[in-house]
Protein backbone atom coordinates (compact mmCIF):
# COMPACT_ATOMS: atom_id res chain seq x y z
CA UNK A 1 0.00 0.00 0.00
CA UNK A 2 2.71 2.39 0.70
CA UNK A 3 4.96 1.29 -2.28
CA UNK A 4 1.51 2.13 -4.58
CA UNK A 5 1.19 5.25 -2.94
CA UNK A 6 4.69 6.26 -3.34
CA UNK A 7 4.07 5.29 -6.99
CA UNK A 8 1.47 7.46 -7.54
CA UNK A 9 3.06 10.29 -6.35
CA UNK A 10 5.87 10.38 -8.28
CA UNK A 11 3.85 9.83 -11.27
CA UNK A 12 1.30 12.00 -10.58
CA UNK A 13 4.66 14.70 -10.59
CA UNK A 14 5.90 13.62 -13.16
CA UNK A 15 3.09 13.91 -15.46
CA UNK A 16 2.26 17.41 -14.35
CA UNK A 17 5.89 18.15 -15.35
CA UNK A 18 5.46 16.77 -18.75
CA UNK A 19 2.24 18.22 -19.02
CA UNK A 20 4.06 21.70 -18.42
CA UNK A 21 7.29 20.88 -20.46
CA UNK A 22 4.94 19.85 -23.24
CA UNK A 23 3.50 23.01 -23.54
CA UNK A 24 5.76 25.18 -22.87
CA UNK A 25 8.43 23.60 -24.49
CA UNK A 26 6.05 23.50 -27.84
CA UNK A 27 5.63 27.46 -27.52
CA UNK A 28 9.51 27.38 -27.58
CA UNK A 29 9.66 24.94 -30.71
CA UNK A 30 7.18 26.95 -32.47
CA UNK A 31 9.35 30.03 -31.59
CA UNK A 32 12.44 28.57 -33.21
CA UNK A 33 14.28 28.69 -29.43
CA UNK A 34 14.08 24.93 -28.51
CA UNK A 35 17.75 24.89 -28.26
CA UNK A 36 17.25 27.21 -25.23
CA UNK A 37 16.12 24.53 -22.96
CA UNK A 38 19.37 22.49 -23.90
CA UNK A 39 21.54 25.23 -22.85
CA UNK A 40 19.01 26.40 -19.52
CA UNK A 41 19.00 22.37 -18.59
CA UNK A 42 22.82 22.73 -18.79
CA UNK A 43 23.50 26.05 -16.95
CA UNK A 44 21.73 24.41 -14.10
CA UNK A 45 23.97 22.64 -13.23
CA UNK A 46 27.06 25.39 -11.59
CA UNK A 47 23.60 26.67 -9.96
CA UNK A 48 22.96 24.23 -8.24
CA UNK A 49 26.40 23.13 -7.08
CA UNK A 50 26.37 26.96 -5.86
CA UNK A 51 23.21 27.11 -3.60
CA UNK A 52 24.38 23.89 -2.09
CA UNK A 53 28.04 24.96 -1.15
CA UNK A 54 26.66 28.30 0.30
CA UNK A 55 23.00 26.96 1.80
CA UNK A 56 24.23 23.30 2.58
CA UNK A 57 21.25 22.14 1.85
CA UNK A 58 19.60 19.78 -1.26
CA UNK A 59 16.07 21.36 -0.66
CA UNK A 60 14.58 21.68 -3.65
CA UNK A 61 13.41 25.23 -3.72
CA UNK A 62 16.76 26.71 -2.74
CA UNK A 63 18.83 24.46 -5.55
CA UNK A 64 16.04 25.51 -8.26
CA UNK A 65 17.03 29.32 -7.41
CA UNK A 66 20.65 28.52 -7.69
CA UNK A 67 19.62 26.48 -11.01
CA UNK A 68 17.19 29.42 -12.38
CA UNK A 69 20.18 32.02 -11.60
CA UNK A 70 22.63 30.78 -13.48
CA UNK A 71 20.44 29.73 -16.38
CA UNK A 72 19.11 33.19 -16.20
CA UNK A 73 23.17 34.09 -16.58
CA UNK A 74 23.32 31.91 -19.49
CA UNK A 75 20.69 33.46 -20.99
CA UNK A 76 22.24 36.99 -20.57
CA UNK A 77 25.79 35.85 -22.02
CA UNK A 78 23.85 34.21 -24.98
CA UNK A 79 22.72 37.75 -25.92
CA UNK A 80 25.37 39.44 -25.03
CA UNK A 81 28.23 37.54 -27.37
CA UNK A 82 25.41 37.81 -30.08
CA UNK A 83 24.64 41.16 -29.60
CA UNK A 84 28.21 42.35 -29.12
CA UNK A 85 30.18 40.33 -31.17
CA UNK A 86 30.35 38.40 -34.48
CA UNK A 87 29.13 34.95 -33.27
CA UNK A 88 26.27 33.13 -34.61
CA UNK A 89 23.72 32.74 -32.17
CA UNK A 90 23.40 28.68 -32.27
CA UNK A 91 27.55 29.25 -31.87
CA UNK A 92 26.72 31.19 -28.52
CA UNK A 93 24.41 28.51 -27.75
CA UNK A 94 27.07 26.24 -27.95
CA UNK A 95 29.52 28.22 -26.36
CA UNK A 96 27.26 28.75 -22.97
CA UNK A 97 26.36 25.36 -22.99
CA UNK A 98 29.80 23.77 -23.02
CA UNK A 99 30.93 26.44 -20.34
CA UNK A 100 28.77 26.56 -18.00
CA UNK A 101 28.09 22.52 -18.36
CA UNK A 102 32.27 22.26 -18.03
CA UNK A 103 31.76 24.56 -14.53
CA UNK A 104 28.92 22.93 -12.97
CA UNK A 105 30.95 19.47 -13.52
CA UNK A 106 34.05 20.95 -11.98
CA UNK A 107 31.81 22.28 -8.98
CA UNK A 108 30.38 19.01 -8.58
CA UNK A 109 33.90 17.40 -7.93
CA UNK A 110 34.83 19.75 -5.64
CA UNK A 111 31.56 18.77 -3.60
CA UNK A 112 32.05 15.25 -4.09
CA UNK A 113 35.83 15.72 -2.21
CA UNK A 114 33.91 17.70 0.72
CA UNK A 115 33.71 16.32 4.33
CA UNK A 116 30.07 16.81 4.52
CA UNK A 117 27.65 13.75 4.80
CA UNK A 118 24.57 15.44 3.23
CA UNK A 119 26.23 15.90 -0.55
CA UNK A 120 25.48 12.33 -1.69
CA UNK A 121 23.15 12.02 -4.22
CA UNK A 122 23.55 15.28 -5.87
CA UNK A 123 25.26 14.04 -8.60
CA UNK A 124 21.47 12.59 -9.59
CA UNK A 125 20.84 16.30 -11.29
CA UNK A 126 22.91 14.69 -14.19
CA UNK A 127 20.27 12.19 -15.37
CA UNK A 128 17.55 12.90 -12.60
CA UNK A 129 16.43 11.13 -9.47
CA UNK A 130 12.25 11.32 -9.58
CA UNK A 131 12.19 9.21 -6.81
CA UNK A 132 13.61 11.20 -4.08
CA UNK A 133 10.77 13.85 -4.66
CA UNK A 134 8.63 14.34 -1.73
CA UNK A 135 5.17 15.44 -0.78
CA UNK A 136 6.32 19.27 -1.23
CA UNK A 137 8.21 19.10 -4.22
CA UNK A 138 5.28 17.57 -6.29
CA UNK A 139 2.80 20.13 -4.47
CA UNK A 140 5.38 23.11 -5.97
CA UNK A 141 5.40 20.99 -9.59
CA UNK A 142 1.82 21.54 -9.32
CA UNK A 143 1.43 24.67 -8.45
CA UNK A 144 4.54 25.82 -11.29
CA UNK A 145 2.36 23.60 -13.77
CA UNK A 146 -0.95 25.34 -13.10
CA UNK A 147 0.54 28.62 -13.25
CA UNK A 148 2.29 28.21 -16.56
CA UNK A 149 -0.73 26.78 -18.04
CA UNK A 150 -2.96 29.75 -16.78
CA UNK A 151 -0.34 32.01 -18.35
CA UNK A 152 -1.06 30.33 -21.60
CA UNK A 153 -4.14 30.02 -21.31
CA UNK A 154 -4.26 34.19 -21.42
CA UNK A 155 -2.07 34.73 -23.60
CA UNK A 156 -2.52 32.55 -26.39
CA UNK A 157 -3.45 35.08 -28.92
CA UNK A 158 -0.25 36.99 -27.67
CA UNK A 159 1.88 34.33 -28.01
CA UNK A 160 0.72 32.87 -31.37
CA UNK A 161 1.51 35.69 -33.09
CA UNK A 162 4.68 36.14 -31.62
CA UNK A 163 5.54 32.82 -32.76
CA UNK A 164 4.37 32.94 -36.17
CA UNK A 165 4.60 36.79 -36.97
CA UNK A 166 6.85 39.05 -34.33
CA UNK A 167 6.49 42.16 -36.85
CA UNK A 168 3.37 42.14 -37.02
CA UNK A 169 3.07 41.92 -33.07
CA UNK A 170 5.80 44.52 -33.17
CA UNK A 171 3.83 46.62 -35.53
CA UNK A 172 0.87 46.46 -33.76
CA UNK A 173 2.82 48.14 -30.59
CA UNK A 174 2.49 45.01 -27.94
CA UNK A 175 5.58 44.35 -26.16
CA UNK A 176 7.43 41.61 -28.18
CA UNK A 177 10.63 41.83 -26.39
CA UNK A 178 8.35 41.33 -22.85
CA UNK A 179 6.95 38.15 -23.92
CA UNK A 180 9.92 36.47 -25.93
CA UNK A 181 11.65 37.02 -22.12
CA UNK A 182 8.54 36.07 -20.42
CA UNK A 183 8.07 32.95 -22.41
CA UNK A 184 12.29 32.03 -22.09
CA UNK A 185 11.54 32.93 -18.10
CA UNK A 186 8.65 30.19 -18.65
CA UNK A 187 11.42 27.83 -19.96
CA UNK A 188 14.06 28.24 -17.51
CA UNK A 189 11.04 27.46 -14.68
CA UNK A 190 9.88 24.66 -16.57
CA UNK A 191 13.87 23.44 -16.91
CA UNK A 192 14.73 24.49 -13.20
CA UNK A 193 11.90 22.61 -11.77
CA UNK A 194 11.95 19.09 -14.31
CA UNK A 195 15.68 18.46 -13.76
CA UNK A 196 15.10 16.12 -10.36
CA UNK A 197 12.71 14.30 -13.02
CA UNK A 198 15.06 14.02 -15.95
CA UNK A 199 18.41 15.70 -15.04
CA UNK A 200 20.66 18.26 -16.70
CA UNK A 201 20.87 16.05 -19.93
CA UNK A 202 18.08 14.86 -20.63
CA UNK A 203 15.93 17.76 -19.47
CA UNK A 204 15.94 19.53 -23.24
CA UNK A 205 14.29 15.90 -24.60
CA UNK A 206 10.83 16.73 -21.96
CA UNK A 207 10.48 20.26 -23.63
CA UNK A 208 11.20 19.66 -27.53
CA UNK A 209 10.06 15.97 -28.16
CA UNK A 210 6.07 16.35 -27.00
CA UNK A 211 5.53 18.94 -29.54
CA UNK A 212 7.63 17.60 -32.62
CA UNK A 213 4.86 14.92 -32.55
CA UNK A 214 2.10 16.66 -31.78
CA UNK A 215 3.02 18.47 -34.87
CA UNK A 216 1.74 15.63 -36.81
CA UNK A 217 -1.67 15.75 -35.42
CA UNK A 218 -3.02 19.06 -36.21
CA UNK A 219 -2.05 22.70 -38.04
CA UNK A 220 -3.52 24.53 -35.08
CA UNK A 221 -1.44 26.04 -32.39
CA UNK A 222 -4.32 25.46 -29.93
CA UNK A 223 -4.97 21.95 -30.64
CA UNK A 224 -0.36 21.29 -31.05
CA UNK A 225 -0.53 22.68 -27.62
CA UNK A 226 -3.07 20.28 -25.68
CA UNK A 227 -1.84 17.42 -27.38
CA UNK A 228 1.99 18.06 -26.46
CA UNK A 229 0.75 18.61 -23.19
CA UNK A 230 -0.41 15.31 -23.23
CA UNK A 231 2.26 13.45 -24.93
CA UNK A 232 4.07 15.02 -22.31
CA UNK A 233 1.97 13.81 -19.51
CA UNK A 234 2.12 10.65 -20.96
CA UNK A 235 5.76 10.10 -21.82
CA UNK A 236 6.75 11.79 -18.14
CA UNK A 237 3.80 8.56 -16.66
CA UNK A 238 5.04 5.92 -18.42
CA UNK A 239 8.60 6.20 -17.87
CA UNK A 240 7.97 6.46 -14.16
CA UNK A 241 5.58 3.57 -14.31
CA UNK A 242 7.77 1.53 -16.53
CA UNK A 243 10.45 1.71 -13.34
CA UNK A 244 8.70 1.29 -10.53
CA UNK A 245 8.35 -2.02 -9.08
CA UNK A 246 5.31 -3.75 -10.50
CA UNK A 247 4.55 -0.42 -12.54
CA UNK A 248 3.88 -2.55 -15.69
CA UNK A 249 2.92 -5.45 -14.14
CA UNK A 250 4.00 -9.19 -14.79
CA UNK A 251 5.35 -8.19 -18.11
CA UNK A 252 8.17 -9.11 -19.85
CA UNK A 253 9.10 -5.34 -20.58
CA UNK A 254 8.07 -4.61 -17.28
CA UNK A 255 10.81 -7.10 -15.65
CA UNK A 256 12.92 -5.38 -17.96
CA UNK A 257 12.59 -2.25 -17.18
CA UNK A 258 12.07 -2.52 -13.26
CA UNK A 259 14.90 -0.38 -11.61
CA UNK A 260 15.98 1.43 -14.14
CA UNK A 261 16.53 4.86 -14.00
CA UNK A 262 12.94 6.82 -14.70
CA UNK A 263 14.65 10.21 -16.65
CA UNK A 264 15.75 7.89 -19.61
CA UNK A 265 12.75 5.59 -19.54
CA UNK A 266 10.87 8.96 -20.05
CA UNK A 267 12.62 9.95 -22.81
CA UNK A 268 12.55 6.88 -24.12
CA UNK A 269 8.76 6.71 -24.55
CA UNK A 270 8.31 10.02 -25.59
CA UNK A 271 10.36 9.05 -28.61
CA UNK A 272 8.40 6.12 -29.30
CA UNK A 273 5.35 8.18 -28.96
CA UNK A 274 7.54 10.36 -31.62
CA UNK A 275 7.73 7.41 -33.77
CA UNK A 276 4.39 6.44 -33.96
CA UNK A 277 3.07 9.97 -34.50
CA UNK A 278 5.83 10.13 -37.26
CA UNK A 279 4.85 7.08 -38.60
CA UNK A 280 0.74 6.68 -38.25
CA UNK A 281 -0.38 9.94 -37.68
CA UNK A 282 -3.69 10.07 -39.96
CA UNK A 283 -2.34 13.19 -42.25
CA UNK A 284 1.04 13.68 -41.45
CA UNK A 285 2.52 10.83 -40.95
CA UNK A 286 5.13 9.08 -43.26
CA UNK A 287 2.61 5.84 -44.29
CA UNK A 288 -0.31 8.33 -44.72
CA UNK A 289 2.09 10.75 -46.85
CA UNK A 290 3.48 7.41 -49.04
CA UNK A 291 -0.12 6.63 -49.29
CA UNK A 292 -1.64 9.47 -50.61
CA UNK A 293 1.79 9.61 -52.93
CA UNK A 294 1.53 6.33 -54.50
CA UNK A 295 -2.48 6.89 -55.17
CA UNK A 296 -1.51 10.54 -56.82
CA UNK A 297 0.81 8.38 -59.10
CA UNK A 298 -1.16 5.79 -59.81
CA UNK A 299 -3.84 7.68 -60.79
CA UNK A 300 -1.51 10.06 -63.17
CA UNK A 301 -0.14 6.44 -64.67
CA UNK A 302 -4.18 5.67 -64.96
CA UNK A 303 -4.92 8.95 -66.92
CA UNK A 304 -1.54 8.11 -69.11
CA UNK A 305 -2.51 4.57 -69.86
CA UNK A 306 -6.21 5.63 -70.88
CA UNK A 307 -4.61 8.68 -73.12
CA UNK A 308 -2.18 5.80 -74.90
CA UNK A 309 -4.56 3.02 -75.77
CA UNK A 310 -7.01 6.04 -76.97
CA UNK A 311 -3.97 7.54 -79.29
CA UNK A 312 -3.05 3.72 -80.23
CA UNK A 313 -6.74 2.68 -81.29
CA UNK A 314 -7.85 6.61 -82.43
CA UNK A 315 -7.63 5.85 -86.14
CA UNK A 316 -10.18 3.22 -86.01
CA UNK A 317 -12.41 5.06 -83.35
CA UNK A 318 -15.60 4.53 -83.03
CA UNK A 319 -15.08 1.04 -82.71
CA UNK A 320 -12.74 -0.06 -80.03
CA UNK A 321 -9.58 -2.25 -80.85
CA UNK A 322 -7.64 -4.63 -78.76
CA UNK A 323 -3.84 -3.30 -77.89
CA UNK A 324 -1.06 -4.98 -76.53
CA UNK A 325 -0.87 -3.92 -73.33
CA UNK A 326 2.98 -4.59 -72.81
CA UNK A 327 3.22 -2.20 -75.53
CA UNK A 328 1.42 0.68 -73.91
CA UNK A 329 3.07 0.25 -70.77
CA UNK A 330 6.46 0.44 -72.18
CA UNK A 331 6.35 4.13 -73.13
CA UNK A 332 4.82 5.35 -69.89
CA UNK A 333 7.86 6.37 -67.43
CA UNK A 334 6.13 4.87 -64.53
CA UNK A 335 7.93 2.28 -61.79
CA UNK A 336 6.63 -1.07 -62.78
CA UNK A 337 4.85 -0.85 -59.60
CA UNK A 338 3.01 2.13 -60.33
CA UNK A 339 2.11 0.85 -64.33
CA UNK A 340 0.85 -2.62 -62.59
CA UNK A 341 -1.45 -1.06 -59.85
CA UNK A 342 -2.30 1.64 -62.82
CA UNK A 343 -3.32 -1.45 -64.93
CA UNK A 344 -5.14 -3.10 -61.66
CA UNK A 345 -7.41 -0.16 -60.94
CA UNK A 346 -8.16 0.63 -64.22
CA UNK A 347 -9.48 -3.08 -64.68
CA UNK A 348 -11.28 -3.26 -61.19
CA UNK A 349 -12.78 0.47 -62.31
CA UNK A 350 -13.74 -0.95 -65.18
CA UNK A 351 -12.04 1.42 -67.92
CA UNK A 352 -10.62 -1.22 -69.74
CA UNK A 353 -11.47 -4.98 -70.58
CA UNK A 354 -9.16 -7.88 -71.08
CA UNK A 355 -9.97 -9.48 -74.21
CA UNK A 356 -7.01 -11.84 -74.95
CA UNK A 357 -3.25 -12.62 -73.63
CA UNK A 358 -2.22 -9.55 -72.75
CA UNK A 359 -4.43 -7.20 -74.98
CA UNK A 360 -7.49 -5.02 -73.55
CA UNK A 361 -9.61 -2.91 -75.16
CA UNK A 362 -11.14 0.31 -73.48
CA UNK A 363 -14.81 -0.04 -72.29
CA UNK A 364 -17.85 2.18 -72.81
CA UNK A 365 -16.87 4.27 -69.55
CA UNK A 366 -13.34 3.66 -70.22
CA UNK A 367 -13.64 5.37 -74.21
CA UNK A 368 -15.44 8.72 -72.72
CA UNK A 369 -12.79 9.22 -70.02
CA UNK A 370 -10.05 8.76 -72.28
CA UNK A 371 -11.48 10.84 -74.64
CA UNK A 372 -11.43 13.92 -71.67
CA UNK A 373 -7.76 13.15 -70.52
CA UNK A 374 -6.74 13.26 -74.27
CA UNK A 375 -8.42 16.34 -75.16
CA UNK A 376 -7.07 18.02 -72.09
CA UNK A 377 -3.47 16.33 -72.44
CA UNK A 378 -3.60 18.25 -76.46
CA UNK A 379 -5.26 21.45 -75.54
CA UNK A 380 -2.84 21.93 -72.82
CA UNK A 381 -0.11 20.89 -75.04
CA UNK A 382 -1.26 23.33 -77.97
CA UNK A 383 -1.26 26.36 -75.74
CA UNK A 384 2.52 25.64 -74.54
CA UNK A 385 3.24 25.48 -78.46
CA UNK A 386 1.25 28.57 -78.67
CA UNK A 387 1.91 30.84 -75.73
CA UNK A 388 5.42 29.25 -74.04
CA UNK A 389 7.17 29.01 -77.37
CA UNK A 390 8.13 25.70 -76.30
CA UNK A 391 8.63 22.91 -79.45
CA UNK A 392 5.83 20.87 -80.99
CA UNK A 393 8.51 18.22 -80.20
CA UNK A 394 9.45 18.48 -76.61
CA UNK A 395 5.94 19.60 -75.02
CA UNK A 396 4.82 16.22 -74.54
CA UNK A 397 6.30 15.80 -71.36
CA UNK A 398 5.56 18.96 -69.96
CA UNK A 399 1.88 18.67 -70.64
CA UNK A 400 1.93 15.39 -68.56
CA UNK A 401 3.03 17.57 -65.69
CA UNK A 402 0.60 19.56 -65.44
CA UNK A 403 -2.42 17.90 -67.11
CA UNK A 404 -3.93 15.78 -64.18
CA UNK A 405 -4.17 19.18 -61.74
CA UNK A 406 -5.93 21.45 -64.01
CA UNK A 407 -9.72 22.23 -63.36
CA UNK A 408 -12.48 21.65 -66.27
CA UNK A 409 -13.32 25.19 -66.17
CA UNK A 410 -9.94 26.02 -66.70
CA UNK A 411 -9.27 23.54 -70.17
CA UNK A 412 -12.88 24.84 -71.15
CA UNK A 413 -11.60 28.83 -71.41
CA UNK A 414 -8.93 27.18 -73.11
CA UNK A 415 -10.55 25.53 -75.30
CA UNK A 416 -12.56 28.81 -75.77
CA UNK A 417 -9.64 30.90 -76.69
CA UNK A 418 -7.89 28.72 -78.84
CA UNK A 419 -10.62 27.96 -80.80
CA UNK A 420 -11.26 32.03 -81.14
CA UNK A 421 -7.71 32.68 -82.42
CA UNK A 422 -8.04 29.86 -85.06
CA UNK A 423 -5.27 27.77 -83.36
CA UNK A 424 -7.06 24.41 -82.04
CA UNK A 425 -7.22 22.11 -85.60
CA UNK A 426 -9.37 19.27 -84.89
CA UNK A 427 -8.49 15.37 -85.27
CA UNK A 428 -11.51 12.89 -87.49
CA UNK A 429 -12.75 12.05 -83.45
CA UNK A 430 -13.83 16.11 -82.79
CA UNK A 431 -10.67 16.25 -80.44
CA UNK A 432 -7.81 18.77 -80.63
CA UNK A 433 -5.21 17.43 -82.72
CA UNK A 434 -2.04 16.49 -81.00
CA UNK A 435 0.24 19.11 -82.08
CA UNK A 436 3.60 16.44 -82.73
CA UNK A 437 3.35 12.89 -84.41
CA UNK A 438 2.17 9.93 -82.08
CA UNK A 439 4.24 7.17 -81.84
CA UNK A 440 2.48 3.52 -83.08
CA UNK A 441 2.41 1.14 -80.58
CA UNK A 442 4.64 -1.58 -81.16
Not at 108 to 113: A, E, G, H, K, N
Not at 178 to 189: E, K, N, W, Y
Not at 369 to 378: E, F, G, K, N, Y
Amino acid sequence: MILASFVLKITLGAALLGAAAGVVGGLAVLRKRSLMGDVLAHAALPGICLAYLLFDTRSLPVLSLGALATGVLAAAAIALVTRWTRTREDAAMGLALSTFFGGGVVLLTVIQRLARGNQAGLSSYLFGEIAALRSQDVTLIAAVTCLLLAVVALLHKELKTLCFDPEFAQSQGWPVLALDIGMMAAVAVVTVVGLPVCGVVLMAAMLIMPCVAARYWSHRLGVVLIASGAIGALAAAGGVLAAAPGGLGDTALGGLTQGMPPGPLIVVTGGLVFLASALFAPELGMLSRARRTLAMRVHMAQDHLLRLMYEAGESALPTTTPIAINSVLARMSASPLTKHLARLRSTWMGLIDRVGAGEYELSTEGLAAAARITRTHRLWEQFLVEHADIAADHVHRSADDIEHVLPAELVDELERELQQEGRLPRSAAGLPASPHEIASPD
